[in-house]
Nanobody, 123 residues
Framework: QVQLVESGGGTVQAGGSLRLSCAAS????????MGWFRQAPGKEREFVAR????????LHADSVKGRFTISRDSAKNTVFLQMNSLKPEDTAVYYC????????????????GGQGTQVTVSS
């Protein structure tokens, strides 16, 4: 069982930065692929980024590539999402996710998800 708690959301002006954190409980955190999703009002939840169990193979959605960076600190059971050059269209609730196996970009494929943290980017 893995429990995920996101933090670091808030309101920022366009062009600004935020760093999201996801604290995970469970002894097997280091063996899980970790990811971030987001959901804007009236839209489906969409994949943002994922990172392999050993910190390798980071993958970012085209919409955030070059602006967002996913990373993890297995010693602290934490995964991060550094968000730079934020745009109003990045406004959404951001969710952390974990998977014990090979996983794709669909939320339903992931084993665990957090409750989300709100990110609002003003123009």
């Amino acid at each position: 069982q893995v429990q995920l708690v996101e933090s670091g959301g808030g309101t920022v002006q366009a062009g600004g930065s935020l760093r999201l954190s996801c604290a995970a409980s469970g002894r097997t955190f280091s063996s899980y692929t970790m990811g971030w999703f987001r959901q804007a009002p009236g839209k489906e939840r969409e994949f943002v980024a994922r990172i392999g169990w050993n910190g390798g193979s980071p993958l970012h959605a085209d919409s955030v590539k070059g602006r967002f960076t996913i990373s993890r600190d297995s010693a602290k059971n934490t995964v991060f999402l550094q968000m730079n050059s934020l745009k109003p269209e990045d406004t959404a609730v951001y969710y952390c996710a974990a998977s014990s196996g090979i996983v794709g970009a669909a939320w339903r494929e992931w084993d665990y998800g957090g409750q989300g943290t709100q990110v609002t980017v003003s123009s």
